[in-house]
């Protein structure tokens, strides 16, 4: 194995494990701060006119975190041989799971369901997005080999 192909996966585990720090440093929030994120993030959003909810942001940032833990996790474990795009998935699964229990123990907030699921749509996007391009890559490298 080449040594680029040896620091893009220990780069690609790095951010990982870091980026699921991240999430769990969001549920360690208590109702409060949280709140007063996504109070930021909807009046930028109000700013441009889209007409959003807090619902509607607190719903969009579980997606978006999930949807980049999908991507890095597709990523990561091709990297590291394995072609499944299920083993990714109940990863983030668990991850999810994992979020929504801390959530359950800070003052204010809540563990939901939904939000397990919403998670884990995340990570199934996240995960079908690496998957594409990933594929577009191939195609683009192949169509540039077979060029004359």
Known sequence: MGKRRKWLR???????????????????????SSDSESGFVLRLLQKLNLGVSMHFVRKLAHFTEFWILGFL???????????????????????AAADETIQRFVPGRSG?????????????????????????????????????
């Open 73 to 95: 996790s597709l990523t990561g474990f091709r990297l590291y041989g394995k072609k499944s795009f299920l083993l990714p998935a109940l990863f983030g699964l668990l991850i």
């Open 10 to 32: 220990r780069g690609v585990l790095l951010l990982t494990v870091l980026w699921i720090c991240f999430i769990f440093s969001r549920s360690l929030q208590n109702a409060d």
């Open 112 to 148: 939901q369901i939904m939000d397990v699921l919403l998670d884990f749509c995340g990570v199934a996007a996240g995960c079908l997005a690496a998957l594409v391009i990933r594929r577009l890559l191939l195609w683009r490298r192949k169509r540039k080999e077979n060029r004359p």
